[in-house]
């Protein structure tokens, strides 16, 4: 270990000599009583119950087309970015290992000197004892999520092909460009998170049920496809019912456009692992906002404006959706589902 901190010591004092002045600034003082990450991760974690939602039974009217068009056509992209690298980064904080090199450098160089190493290096984190392994860990649920995502699209789909006989999904699209407004209005601000999905994140045991989320085995599916995670009773057990891991999953292989993507969810995992959200709020902040997730989310949901401008009738839209809202299997083409996929195979 003392080795370890030698050679810690080297890049932190570096990073240090690095530093911008501005950047030393006393960082802000967050609600006591609530963390940035896990009220973050919220956020996806609804998401993530809205594709459940819509995978439980089919659209059975406009309204209910319209209302599945604004859940997943007009998220905010930077709040579903975030949420959905905050969920990642803890995750990947239920590593032991990389958790415990985390806190001895953190107890060892002290706070301000590990934060500012991290802030000047956004790669820093995923160098340290156990890094890669807690990023994999959180890569590997990814995967099993956004496969998932890609069944609630291929479900979609085919009921947009069913709705070319049903009347009202022969009904035209009255005013077309008018909706495509109405879904852009609706991007631009952040959504509330429900009561249910924040006490799921916010509980005392958050991290012994999302260890149990990164141990469970490759074959067992997404977590989300095992629970009613926003049911009223007892939403603080949703994940608490998955089985150990039984054996190691190939390792993903990162796309190099997105290594800052996979540095900036270690990051956040040590930043979760030693409560920075408590006492650096800015750079946690900075850590969150990820520009190559946000941009795919942007574009996708240009390409499904453009799709839903160009629609006659309303099974017309449900393809939409279907192929740029959520995510159609085997299709290269970019959708705000899909993007959660981009960052490894």
């Not at 879904?183 to 005392?204: H, I, Q, Y």
């Not at 959706?321 to 981009?342: T, Y």
Request: glycine share 6%; proline share 4%; aromatic share 6%.
């Amino acid at each position: 270990m003392r080795s370890e901190l030698k050679f810690c010591a080297v890049a932190l004092a570096l990073a240090a000599v690095l530093a911008p002045v501005a950047m030393s600034q006393a960082p802000a003082s967050p609600t006591p009583d609530k963390r940035m990450l896990p009220s973050s991760a919220a956020a996806y974690g609804e998401y993530q119950g809205e594709v459940s939602t819509i995978m439980s039974k089919e659209l059975s009217s406009a309204a209910d087309l319209d209302k599945a068009l604004n859940t997943f056509g007009a998220p905010n992209p930077g709040q579903l970015s975030s949420g959905w690298i905050s969920y990642s980064a803890i995750l990947a904080a239920q590593n032991k290992e990389f958790v415990d090199a985390v806190r001895d450098i953190d107890g060892y160089y002290g706070r301000e000197r590990v934060m500012t190493g991290m802030r000047n290096d956004i790669g820093y984190a995923r160098t340290l004892k156990g890094g890669e392994a807690a990023l994999q860990s959180a890569l590997q649920v990814n995967s099993k999520d956004s496969s998932r995502i890609s069944s609630a699209g291929a479900f979609v789909k085919e009921q947009s092909y069913k709705l070319q006989s049903v009347a009202w999904g022969k009904t035209k699209v009255k005013d077309a460009n008018g909706s495509v407004k109405t879904l852009a209005v609706a991007s631009k601000a952040a959504r509330p998170v429900t009561d249910a999905a924040e006490k799921v994140f916010s509980g005392p045991d958050l991290n012994a049920m999302l260890a149990s989320v990164a141990a469970s085995p490759a074959s067992a599916g997404s977590v989300w496809d095992k629970v009613s995670v926003f049911a009223a009773s007892a939403p603080g057990n949703a994940f608490s019912a998955l089985s150990p891991v039984t054996a190691a999953s190939a390792a993903l292989k990162v796309d190099p456009k997105y290594n800052g993507t996979a540095n900036r969810m270690v990051t956040l995992a040590a930043f979760h692992a030693i409560e920075a959200d408590k006492t650096n709020t800015n750079d946690v902040k900075a850590a969150m906002n990820d520009s190559m997730s946000v941009a795919c989310l942007e574009e996708a949901q240009m390409q499904l404006f453009s799709c839903v401008s160009a629609a006659h009738v309303r099974s017309d839209l449900t393809f939409c959706l279907a192929r740029h809202g959520l995510k159609l299997p085997g299709e290269d083409v970019r959708s705000m589902g899909g993007c959660f996929s981009e960052i490894a195979k």
